[in-house]
């Protein structure tokens, strides 16, 4: 089957640095992606990796590691506003094409 | 401005009667899809659609449906058969910009009562 691990919870402090790791089991990959998500709200889109390396967009930080199956996203310099739920996101093939598999997500806080 | 609906963002059924969901996008893309999200959960997917006239099950397809008689329209049909279909439902669609970015509607949060 597929699935991806990613922690439940992950709480840090205002203008810190922190790191969400995602971890996959699929066959067919092509990609990982990172979606945020407020309460209430619909996801949006944050990166996504197709190669190995890292991808950098402003204080968001994707990498990917497809050996190890393996992918996280580095948050800089943290605002209150990005307390949010974080979701990687695998691309995979499927018999109609391809389709996106979604993590459980990681609910960060961000305390003052 | 492009983008995607969803409409109603809530609503309200009793259990045993059937109710179609609405997804339209002006984005001219192919690619488009439903999820299902329960409190606290991941978004599941349920069914997804290529291109027009074309469709494929996602991971938890039963009791729903779906058609795809236009390219802007995607809408979802919850049936009686879903045994617990209060959940909050997002409809996303994709480009071929080659990032797999996902565009999601704003939801609708069904509730069976």
Redesign the interface.
């Given at each position: 089957g597929q699935s991806l691990e990613q922690p439940s919870e992950v709480t840090a402090v205002e203008g810190a640095i922190v790191q969400i790791n995602c971890t996959y089991q699929t066959s067919g990959f092509?990609?990982l992606?990172w979606?945020q998500q407020h309460d209430g709200?619909?996801?949006?889109?944050l990166s996504?990796n197709?190669l190995d390396g890292l991808e950098e967009t402003g204080r968001f930080s994707s990498f990917l590691s497809r050996s190890d199956s393996y992918g996280y996203l580095l948050l800089q310099e943290l605002q209150m506003k990005d307390s949010a739920s974080y979701?990687c996101?695998v691309?995979v093939a499927?018999?109609?094409?391809?389709?996106?598999?979604?993590?459980?997500?990681t609910r960060l806080f961000v305390k003052a | 401005d492009g983008g995607i609906t969803q409409s109603p963002k809530y609503l309200f059924r009793k259990e045993g009667q059937n109710v179609t969901l609405s997804c339209e996008q002006n984005l001219n893309h192919d690619a488009m899809y439903w999820y299902r999200q329960d409190p606290g959960q991941g978004l599941r997917l349920i069914y997804y659609s290529q291109i027009v006239n074309d469709f494929q099950k996602g991971d938890i397809a039963e009791g729903y449906s779906v058609s795809r008689e236009k390219k802007e329209s995607f809408p979802l049909t919850v049936t009686s058969a879903q045994k617990n279909p209060t959940a909050f439902y997002l409809c996303a669609s994709t480009g071929t910009s080659g990032r797999n970015e996902q565009f999601f509607g704003p939801g609708t949060r069904l509730t069976v009562l």
């Open positions: 092509y990609g992606s979606y709200g619909a996801p949006t889109f996504y197709a979701f996101a691309r499927d018999t109609g094409g391809f389709k996106t598999i979604f993590g459980a997500g | -």
